[in-house]
């Protein structure tokens, strides 16, 4: 406890020696650590308007999306805002050759025709309180790790336990500062989530993967959903008589725009930041891991594209499972470039030498800490590698992960009681009628023989899955030989062959799930993971969690004049800073917004990513931007800001130093991608589609001003 005393301490000194426009920060604390900065950079609203308690406030309009992203309420009807790539999922599942939502986009025009999506749910955070010494009770240094998480868990569990039956709400507890630091989140979930309206790809996706990750950008990445609850008012599961969820706060719309220099902030949910790590670990992922996964990833890419362009069915099929693939890909050459630019290993080294030193002249017991992650994260890479191997390229082969899918019935026995064998059936049928409609059988053959021969080539034959080295002793090394006849034999490739097993299943037919091809791959694949990996990489990185706790404690106490935030863990932050435009390099400079006339300049019918709608080239050719046009007559697209953001605040409104929203935040510039593991105010900027070019295609192209009609819209 008298570490605790200490963080504690240390986090209530005046802080210095940040960058404004670093940090993501907790609400509930601005007041007492951040109000006086964000006002002296332009902010006109209070901390309290942000974030309170006792009366509603910008943080009752901001949700977790589903599991990933951010939304915000923009109406008082419950109306939502958020990425189209969020919502991307949800676009595609009801897309069809007949009616192509993704190409075509889609408006409900009535409440009637607002489309359900069953398991798509919304988090709305109602409260947050520290818990650190209700949960850090009964720890001291004397335990081992596992006794200390054990009493973690004991207590967090009463904790939680007492708070749900008191307060109603879902509770849950979270870390901060690694460990050091404990916050209980109160939450409401909403269950009844609608489509109520999305661009054409053409402009919600407006550059693809091209441009994903880059400024400038000319992206449309919006889509709108509305909360329904039950006519008593609370979240309940859809159904036709649920009604408009009526929310305490929803977020005002500026039509003012933003301006180079202005204060800005982001709410949302960032998902996973690791700002404190030390060197070793920064060049196991830039130089290690990062490097491999790149090249398996884009090796899909290039197959997917392939099939994609040359068939309007696949692309749809497809086009998920290429944004899910790629957006990962893109980030990873990024933040593997910016490590390097910012010699990010060499200044964490400089770091750990004066740690060194003060740990040394302190006479602590930290002065171990540095020698202990060096040998820990040497051990680790190994095992780290096999593993991207096993995620990127054993699993990379969607008939290999499909049958992973039947594991559980291929355990079933004759003692298997009847109930469970049902529920198993189910869902199997219900994975093979959700794999089937998106696969492309020749796609994933294709894409087996490249990843395969990758993996079987790239890993060490006495450190790899079995079934690699049956290429070399049944194959002769003939990996296309091999992915013929796994693929010819399995029936994982035929929906008529799985629906055909399933049917009367009973724990005798488990023994042909056991013997078919592509599940003998995923079972060689499973057991490597299992027998080599598993238990070596769980110590190693327990060891490394605990040696990073003690680390960020230490880090703290030897800088009690610099301003510390904890690492992003999806829970909600603040982030600001300023519209900025930066230099990317040598004699460049970036504008910090971007305008339709750039979506012109941009335009290319032979590429799919670059055709610009006929009604969108109307509208700009007649100049026709309605009340959504900047002071120079231009219709703007897009502007970069300096505010911290990472994955997770997908869909966070921006907002301007009166907390109206001007903005959705929805990318990050390529040059700044390393701001998960270190922020440099040079390079790092968060992406937002303007406000006035979402309610300008809302309106003027697609008609549905009736959903404006709906928003607190300020000119």
Known sequence: MKKLMILLAVLMLPYYGLVAGEGMWIPMLLKQLNEKEMKAMGMRITAEDIYSVNQSSLKDAIVLFGRGCTGEIVSDQGLMLTNHHCGYGQIQQHSSLENDYLTNGFWAMSREEELPNPGLTVTMMKKMEEVTAQVLEGVNDDMSMKERGEKISENSKALIEAAEKESGYQVAIKDFFIDNQYYMIYNEIYKDIRLVGAPPSNIGKFGGDTDNWMWPRHTGDFSVFRIYVGPDGKPAEYSADNVPFKPDYHLPISLNGAKEGDFTFVFGYPARTSEYLPSYAINLIAEVTNPPKIKLRETRL???????????????????????????????????????????????????????????????????????????????????????????????????????????????????????????????????????????????????VALIAIYHAEQPVDFRPEFLNEIDNKYKGNTKKYVQQLFGKSIFTSEEAVSKLLQNFSYKDAKKILRDPAFEAYSSIHSFFDQKLRQPMQQLMAQNDSLQRLYMLAQMQMQPEKRFYPDANFSLRVTYGNVDGYHPADAVYYNYYTTLDGIMEKEDPNIYDYVVEDKLKTLYKNQDFGPYSNEQGEMPVAFVASNHTTGGNSGSPILNADGQMIGINFDRCWEGTMSDLMYDPAMSRNISVDIRYVLFIMDKFAGASHLIDEMTVIK
């Not at 068939?311 to 099929?317: A, G, L, M, S, T």
């Not at 010699?343 to 002065?367: C, P, T, V």
């Not at 003692?415 to 469970?420: I, Q, V």
Request: glycine content about 6%; cysteine-free.
């Open 302 to 448: 290039d197959i997917f594209s392939k099939y994609a362009n040359a068939d309007p069915k696949v692309r749809i099929q497809y086009a998920s499972k290429h944004a899910g693939v790629g957006n990962y890909w893109k980030k990873m050459i990024g933040e593997s470039k910016g490590i390097r630019r910012m010699h990010g290993i060499e200044r964490k080294q400089d770091f750990e030498k004066e740690f060194m030193s003060w740990a040394k002249l302190e006479n602590n017991n930290y002065q171990g800490l540095i020698p202990a992650f060096e040998q820990s994260y040497s051990e680790l890479e190994k095992y780290n590698m096999a593993a991207d191997y096993v995620r990127e390229a054993g699993l990379g082969v969607e008939l290999l992960s499909f049958a992973a899918r039947f594991r559980s019935l291929s355990e079933v026995d004759k003692e298997t009681a009847d109930d469970k064998l049902q529920k198993l059936i189910t869902s199997a049928q219900n994975a093979g009628e959700s794999f089937f409609k998106d696969y492309h059988q020749p796609i994933d053959e294709e894409v087996a």
